[in-house]
């Protein structure tokens, strides 16, 4: 027989509840280990689902035709970069060039008038800002399908068409909306004290832009900037409507997105399947690069952006 001792002003249901007070941590511990393992089982499976298909494509460039329809992820007999050789001299180091001509103004051009826009947006109070901020926001859920056509003539009227000033401006226009979002969270958590020292000491509003809000929106301008990289490197409808020859004599001026539509239809109906896998691992190797060295980056401009 045990003899149950009961502080004084101690209740038999006081006393229950402490044991099961007592039972909640290691009740929490399990809920969190089969929380990890869900979480952890599912971005590993999310991860081979990337993978398999980037070392798929990587292999078929290696491979031979009939090696490439006996089985997908076998091992090539035969290393060669010959595949690699034929895609770049049937057009891709063409299409490439045009694509990174294109990318290096219109990126810069985007994190410029994006940031802009929003520093102004997030530190100038005035009639309308709501408006045109939700004006923006509103932009970045509309379907580019819807504006094909409209664009289009738009371009062609002002002489435009197949012509890289006029892709350039398409694309900062197609991305402000993104950045601007984006952009306007981070302006919005500076430090207002920085902002009014500077106003004090006598600079003027473009310098403490440039100068003072700018450097301090670092991360957040190479996370913004590197998913404008990515968004426009891959993008293929707005090129494949803008970027046709519009006579004989206008030359070919093909984004590499178009470039593999076009070396599959200058195949015709000779089978060189090593050529278009080499020609997309050309096209995934230049992004696959920006991503992984820019990573740590990417994920401290969306921590901080969450955490303010």
């Known amino acids: 027989m045990t003899t149950v001792i009961k502080a004084p002003g101690e209740s038999a249901a006081e006393r229950s509840g402490g044991a099961g007070r007592a039972k909640e941590p290691g009740g929490r511990r399990s809920e969190g280990v089969v929380l990890n393992v869900f979480s952890h089982g599912f971005l590993v499976l999310w991860a081979i689902m990337i993978v398999l298909p980037l070392i798929w494509l990587a292999l078929g460039a290696f491979k031979t035709d009939a090696q490439i329809g006996g089985s997908a992820l076998s091992w090539p007999s035969n290393w060669h970069f010959d595949a690699f050789g034929r895609a770049w001299?049937?057009?891709?180091?063409?299409?490439?060039?045009?694509?990174?001509?294109?990318?290096?103004?219109?990126?810069p051009l985007t994190m410029l008038f994006g940031s802009m826009a929003a520093y102004v947006l997030a530190r100038y109070p005035f009639p309308g800002n709501r408006i045109i901020y939700y004006f923006f926001v509103s932009g970045a859920?509309?379907?580019?399908?819807?504006?094909?056509?409209?664009l289009f003539f738009m371009v062609k009227r002002f002489d435009m068409l197949n012509t890289y000033q006029g892709l350039i401006l398409?694309?900062?226009?197609?991305?402000?909306?993104?950045?601007?979002?984006?952009?306007?969270?981070?302006?919005?958590?500076l430090p207002t004290?920085?902002?009014?020292?500077?106003?004090?000491?006598?600079?003027?509003?473009?310098?403490?832009?440039?100068?003072?809000?700018?450097?301090?929106?670092?991360?957040?301008?190479?996370?913004?900037?590197i998913f404008?990289?990515?968004?426009?490197?891959?993008?293929?409808?707005?090129?494949?409507?803008?970027?046709?020859?519009?006579?004989?004599s206008?030359?070919?001026?093909?984004?590499?997105?178009?470039?593999?539509?076009?070396?599959?239809y200058q195949m015709g109906y000779e089978t060189d399947l090593p050529v278009l896998f080499a020609g997309a691992t050309i096209?995934?190797?230049?992004?696959?690069a920006v991503y992984l060295s820019f990573q740590r980056q990417i994920q401290a401009g969306l921590t901080s952006a969450t955490l303010k």
């Open 141 to 150: 859920m509309f379907p580019v399908f819807l504006a094909l056509v409209p």
């Open 193 to 225: 004290a920085i902002h009014e020292a500077a106003v004090i000491d006598g600079a003027s509003d473009t310098r403490i832009f440039f100068q003072v809000m700018l450097p301090m929106a670092k991360p957040g301008l190479i996370s913004v900037g």
């Open 250 to 264: 206008d030359p070919e001026r093909y984004m590499l997105t178009q470039g593999l539509i076009q070396l599959q």
């Open 228 to 248: 404008n990289v990515l968004g426009q490197w891959n993008q293929y409808i707005l090129p494949a409507v803008l970027m046709q020859p519009q006579s004989s």
């Open 89 to 107: 001299t049937k057009g891709i180091g063409g299409y490439f060039a045009h694509t990174l001509i294109v990318l290096v103004f219109s990126v």
């Open 170 to 189: 398409v694309y900062v226009a197609y991305s402000m909306p993104f950045t601007v979002f984006f952009m306007h969270t981070f302006f919005r958590t």
């Open 283 to 288: 096209a995934v190797i230049p992004m696959l």
